[in-house]
């Protein structure tokens, strides 16, 4: 078993794209993800692969589109407002099949807003960012141990389902150094790709692109997106349940906040209360049926982010109206407190014995 | 030692940033879970800057903390702002040299500038002050933090003498 290193977040994300087998990556700076810019301007070169500082991020995308249409494994990343300048690049790549790894070290918005970590580009990521009718497939890592291996898996599923992956991160996870293991396998088997331009020796030529004008062509191309779609919502969904057997209330959180929900569920516990945690690891696909199941036997569901409330829209979708779904976030850059948390869980419970009394 | 949660405060410049580096790489074959947050952003020589490492049993929900059981504090800016977030019964090491203030409670005022300087560098002060914490409160082996020093300064015989040098006069201070 390899030894435990400490890592920032960021050179976690960086170390596991190059153990994931990245190729090349583009990438523009901003805080808070500038470590992993740097770590890939170091380390990439070393491994004889492609380091490029693009001259912006809506270059650094496009260049991500050119070098997976030849088949390459490729990566940018950037912070909130540099992931809104991809977003057009995203489309294309998502339009064209392409895999690419995309990783948005999310910080407070909206604009430029500030540096501080957040959690309010969930939206973005999960219901389109871009325009078209489009899905990505989203990860969201809750320690440093998962900046590294998701980053890794990131890399498999885009080869996998011939798609662009975001790793939707934050701020303090970028920052924050934690031990972790380094993976020592192999990267990711690397399916065969004929579909990529690689020069058309002895075999038809290849076309990418996302322009389909001809008569119900685009149409077409759309049916067979959503039935992709429809694949990988069925062969892929990640999350982690923290005791959900006996729980009166379900924290639903993810990233950072899950963290913080995890913190104050312990405290709960400890206090007698039971109250249970589910973290979603994929944002999209969404473990909608399994918080519909829990729904029905807790008391009150309370979702935890760094946003105004936007996975919570996804929550209440699931749980109907089997459970009261109730929100606790910080907005622009703050981070919610345990107690924050441990008093909106009191606040369920007390309300949740005033409605069988009455 | 269930969870220690320590700040160290400064100016930029003053080895900050490396000094919680290296305690949370020193603990991190004895302690299960370590983490370690700095000041990020517009951080440039003589502004301030700060980190804070948790050295602890369980699992660290939150890599920053707002309340302390040690602070290693290396100017007066740094005092006056961070101080009245020192636990009751927390520890605060403090740069004696570079602060004019008196605290009253919990804090060993260490010269550590002018000690630094003494062994022929100013820029150890940062090991000075480590080494009054780490006698005073074993968080870790003083052995791990020396073969981390060796570690960052290699070959440069002369800057790891120096910053040995200043981390022992500062454990037997």
């Not at chain 1, 969930?122 to 497939?137: E, N, S, V």
């Not at chain 2, 003053?14 to 919680?20: A, C, P, S, T």
């Not at chain 2, 369980?58 to 702002?81: G, K, Y």
């Not at chain 2, 082996?141 to 015989?157: N, T």
Request: hydrophobic residues 45%; contains cysteine.
């Amino acid at each position: 078993m390899s030894k435990r290193v400490l890592m920032n977040g960021n050179d976690a994300v960086g170390e596991g794209a190059i153990r994931g087998g990245c190729d090349a990556y583009f990438g523009y700076p901003i805080t808070p993800q500038n470590e992993l810019t740097a770590y890939m301007a170091a380390h990439m070169p070393r491994h004889e692969r492609v380091f490029i500082q693009a001259e912006s991020e809506i270059a650094a995308i496009n260049m991500v589109f050119g070098a997976a249409v030849t088949g390459k494994r490729a990566m940018t990343s950037s912070s909130s407002p540099g992931i809104s300048l991809k977003q057009e690049g995203i489309s294309y790549l998502a339009a064209a099949e392409l895999p690419a790894v995309i990783v948005n070290v999310q910080r407070g918005g909206p604009g430029l807003g500030n540096i501080a970590p957040s959690q309010s580009d969930y939206f973005q990521a999960t219901k389109g960012g871009g325009h078209g009718d489009y899905r990505l497939i989203v990860l969201a890592p809750a320690s440093v141990q998962e900046m590294h291996d998701l980053t890794i898996e990131a890399f498999a599923l885009a080869d996998r389902f011939r798609s662009p992956v975001m790793v939707l991160t934050d701020g303090r996870l970028g920052q924050m150094m934690e031990p972790l293991k380094l993976h020592e396998g192999k990267p990711p088997a690397r399916p065969p790709k004929p579909w990529a331009l690689t020069g058309a020796v002895g075999r038809r030529s290849n076309m990418i692109r996302s322009l389909l004008l001809d008569d119900g062509v685009l149409e077409q191309h759309n049916l067979h997106l959503q039935r992709k779609f429809a694949l990988i919502k069925n062969s892929l969904l990640k999350f982690e349940e923290l005791n959900t057997r006996d729980c009166d209330v379900l924290i639903v959180a993810y990233g950072t906040s899950a963290r913080i929900a995890k913190g104050a569920m312990d405290k709960a516990r400890a206090k007698g209360m039971k109250v249970g945690l589910l973290r979603p690891v994929t944002l999209w696909p969404y473990p909608s049926a399994r918080i519909r199941q829990l729904a029905a036997q807790v008391k009150g569901i309370l979702v935890v982010e760094m946003s105004s409330g936007q996975m919570v829209e996804d929550v209440r979708l699931a749980a109907g109206d089997r459970a009261p779904v109730v929100f606790e976030g910080r907005l622009g850059g703050a981070v919610p407190e345990e107690n924050d948390v441990l008093a909106a869980l009191r606040g369920i419970l007390r309300r949740s014995r005033g409605r069988k009394l009455s | 030692m269930s969870c220690e949660r320590i700040l160290i405060a400064g100016a930029g410049g003053q080895g900050i940033v490396l000094l919680g580096k290296l305690l949370a790489n020193a603990a991190l074959e004895t302690v299960p879970h370590v983490t370690y947050f700095p000041s990020y952003g517009a951080e440039v020589r003589g502004g301030s800057s700060h980190c804070q490492v948790i050295l602890s049993q369980a699992e660290i929900p939150s890599p920053v903390a707002s309340r302390f059981e040690t602070m290693i504090i290396m100017n007066e800016e740094s005092l006056t702002r961070f101080l009245p977030q020192l636990d009751r019964k927390g520890l605060a090491v403090i740069n004696s040299s570079l602060c004019t203030t008196q605290p009253v409670r919990n804090c060993l005022m260490v010269p550590a500038t002018q000690t630094a300087d003494e062994i022929g560098d100013q820029r150890a002060a940062n090991l000075v002050l480590l080494g009054v914490l780490l006698h005073h409160r074993p968080l870790v082996a003083p052995a791990r933090i020396e073969s981390a020093l060796r570690v960052i300064w290699g070959d440069r015989k002369a800057t790891l003498e120096r910053n040995l040098a200043a981390f022992h006069a500062g454990l037997a201070l």
